[in-house]
């Protein structure tokens, strides 16, 4: 099993920037990749970003590509999200995902992540 613990959500004005951080524990050499999705009230969950947790490739969603920069720190087993020029559209429940293989060949699929966090909330006002 692996457990995921996430921090860094908050209220932020418009314009503004937040960077959200997950931390992985128990059996982390099963863990291939890593992703942010996120979910708004009365939405459907949907991808942000991943990350190859060995080489390091990442992938976004359009609606954030050029704000948000995933990045990770493999001796810390962690993850962050760096959300920058936010907007109140970004507002949802962050969610931090881990998987192995299949997540890294289908890194946008919630299917391919079995470990889930349980979230920490994004609102930006405007």
């Known amino acids: 099993q692996v457990q995921l613990v996430e921090s860094g959500g908050g209220l932020v004005q418009a314009g503004g920037s937040l960077r959200l951080s997950c931390v992985a524990s128990?059996?982390?050499?099963?863990?291939?990749?890593m992703g942010w999705f996120r979910q708004a009230p009365g939405k459907e969950r949907e991808f942000v970003a991943a990350?190859?947790?060995?080489?390091?490739?990442?992938y976004y969603a359009d609606s954030v590509k050029g704000r948000f920069t995933i990045s990770r720190d493999y001796a810390r087993n962690t993850v962050y999200l760096q959300m920058n020029s936010l907007k109140p559209e970004d507002t949802a429940a962050y969610l931090c995902?881990?998987?192995?293989?299949?997540?890294?060949?289908?890194?946008?699929?919630?299917?391919?992540?079995?470990?889930w966090g349980q979230g920490t909330q994004v609102t930006v006002s405007s």
């Open positions: 995902a881990a998987g192995g293989a299949v997540a890294v060949t289908t890194p946008r699929r919630e299917s391919g992540y079995p470990y």
């Open positions: 990350i190859n947790w060995s080489g390091g490739m990442t």
């Open positions: 128990g059996r982390t050499f099963s863990i291939y990749a």
